[in-house]
């Protein structure tokens, strides 16, 4: 089965500054679609970026954007000129070519003003 | 506002009482899932539907467990006898048969059990 691992619960950054958010999955398929949500508090889930597998260039959207490395089955989320409204739980997510879709434990991000 | 609506946002009721939950996905979306997201976790899959068929059931949905998709538009989520364990955030999201098959999360019902 797919597991999806975030090994940082707790990041933090400094407003207008730059963090990385790493992911990691464990797969044997080849065509899959990775994800970065974002749950800010008491607010739902919103999608962030997305990524096809079958794609090498990188996603980017705005000030998002990602590192698809699928050899080593890793997929960090790059956010840049961190602002306040980008405080919240990140998810990373993977979802199978039959719709199995798995989420990993979160990494919750503070900006520091 | 078009976006996944759920109904009760809220819900407290008591060890072994039957509780009933409501998710509206948008509307052109065929595609209807429900996830359980206890604090601090990620959302687990529960149950997924294409139109009104229910084509996956994760084993966390045990039989006390069911949801429905009648018509292919609403869903309901029922739990029968709930236990404490049952206290989490359930979410439905939605998503079309777009390329990516992006799913779209409503607000969450939150239950909590006593």
């Known amino acids: 089965a797919q597991t999806v691992t975030q090994s940082q619960p707790e990041m933090s950054v400094q407003e207008a500054e730059t963090v990385t958010l790493s992911c990691t999955y464990d797969?044997?398929?080849?065509?899959?679609?990775l994800f970065w949500y974002k749950q800010p508090p008491s607010r739902q889930m919103i999608l962030v970026i997305r990524q096809e597998a079958y794609k090498q260039q990188n996603a980017t959207e705005n000030r998002f954007s990602v590192n698809f490395q699928k050899a080593a089955k890793s997929f960090s989320l790059k956010i840049s000129d961190s602002q306040l409204g980008d405080a919240a739980m990140y998810f990373c997510a993977y979802r199978s070519a039959n719709n199995d879709m798995r989420f990993g434990a979160g990494t919750r991000l503070t900006v520091k003003p | 506002d078009t976006g996944v609506s759920q109904d009760p946002r809220h819900k407290i009721t008591k060890r072994g009482q039957n509780v009933t939950f409501r998710c509206d996905p948008i509307?052109?979306?065929?595609?209807l899932y429900w996830y359980r997201q206890t604090l601090g976790q990620g959302p687990e899959f529960l149950t997924y539907f294409q139109n009104e068929a229910q084509l996956e059931k994760s084993r966390l949905l045990s039989d006390r467990f069911s949801a429905e998709r009648p018509k292919g538009s609403f869903s309901t989520l029922e739990i029968q006898r709930t236990e404490q364990g049952d206290s989490a955030m359930y979410l439905c999201?939605?998503?079309?048969?777009?390329?990516?098959?992006?799913?779209?999360f409503g607000p969450g019902t939150r239950l909590t059990v006593t």
């Open positions: 797969t044997s398929e080849s065509d899959y679609y």
């Open positions: 509307s052109e979306h065929n595609r």
């Open positions: 999201a939605s998503s079309s048969r777009g390329v990516s098959y992006e799913q779209y």
